[in-house]
């Protein structure tokens, strides 16, 4: 039998949380992601079940929304899904069950990275790393950007926490230019 241990995006056993100044910058591990796209034709039931998963309207461009189960906006009639690993760790097969083949349905939680900034002056850091207007945030939005050349998206909670998805794959790098950007703005 094999004795496997899960390791964090970043390599290690927990998640990094690193404080400097008035910002804290988080490595979140405890989500579950599914990326969902409409299929031709099932476009308004797509959208019907994205609304039914998260309690709110699908978001519409550049936006996110939900609670516990959350979605943010991709493209069109594209969307991901996020939820707590520990009541969704199957999230992907849950919600294909419930497309029932409306839409292509994919788990992605292995492939991206997460990041959460919290704190004072967000704006401040993510203007040093990417050209999208943080600045004018106020809550809900979600961007697509590139962060240090990386495609990331950048999803809102409100002006003081601020989430960064970034390919997991280049989770040590973005870690690098968001702990640099919060060092040279604080």
Do not use: Y
Request: hydrophobic share 40%; aromatic share 4%; glycine share 10%.
């Amino acid at each position: 039998m094999h004795d496997l241990i899960a390791i964090t995006p970043l390599g290690a056993t927990r998640p990094r949380i690193d404080n400097h100044g008035p910002v804290t910058l988080t490595e979140v591990t405890d989500r579950a992601l599914a990326s969902v796209a409409a299929r031709l034709g099932h476009e308004a039931q797509t959208s019907a079940l994205i609304a039914a998963l998260i309690g709110t309207p699908a978001p519409g461009p550049a936006r996110m929304g939900g609670a516990t189960l959350t979605a943010f906006w991709m493209g069109p009639d594209q969307w991901m899904l996020s939820a707590p690993v520990e009541t969704h760790e199957d999230l992907a097969k849950q919600v294909k069950a419930q497309a029932k083949g409306a839409a292509s349905v994919t788990d992605q939680t292995g492939a991206w990275c997460r990041f959460d900034l919290s704190g004072d002056g967000l704006a401040d850091v993510l203007e040093r790393l990417t050209n999208a207007n943080t600045r004018s945030f106020t809550g809900g939005e979600a961007q697509r950007a590139a962060v240090e050349h990386m495609g990331c998206f950048l999803l809102c909670h409100s002006p003081r926490h601020i989430s960064v998805i970034g390919p997991r794959s280049s989770a040590g790098s973005l870690h690098h230019a968001l702990l640099t950007a919060i060092r040279s703005a604080h």
